[in-house]
């Protein structure tokens, strides 16, 4: 059993900050991946900013240089800094990972997501 557990989200004002977390648990060997994916109403998912095992990351264009993604290792989480927010950024926020099992089975799972507006 592998859950990813989201938290963080919530309602600040333009121009705020919020730290988004992601906690992995379960029988988990190592996380290859875990990234964020951001879901406004009316429009597609799309990926925000990923970090491998290797510490690399990626940040979709409208993120650079506001938001920042960091895991801890010990704890199986990954967070996402996120500053000076705008109405823009508004969206259900769902992390995803690539998990390998403590018995080598991998996958993907996605958290539940978690509420993010941004308001004026």
């Known amino acids: 059993q592998v859950q990813l557990v989201e938290s963080g989200g919530g309602l600040m004002q333009d121009g705020g900050s919020l730290r988004l977390s992601c906690a992995a648990s379960?029988?988990?060997?190592?996380?290859?991946?875990m990234g964020w994916y951001r879901q406004a109403p009316g429009k597609q998912r799309e990926l925000v900013a990923s970090i491998t095992s290797d510490g690399t990351t990626t940040y979709a264009d409208s993120a650079k240089g506001r938001f920042t993604v960091s895991r801890d290792i010990a704890k199986n989480t990954a967070y996402l800094q996120m500053n000076s927010l705008k109405s823009e950024d508004t969206a259900v926020y769902y992390c995803?990972?690539?998990?390998?099992?403590?018995?080598?089975?991998?996958?993907?799972?996605w958290g539940q997501g978690t509420q993010v507006t941004v308001s004026s």
């Open positions: 379960g029988r988990i060997f190592s996380i290859n991946y």
């Open positions: 995803n990972a690539r998990v390998i099992t403590t018995d080598h089975i991998g996958f993907g799972t």
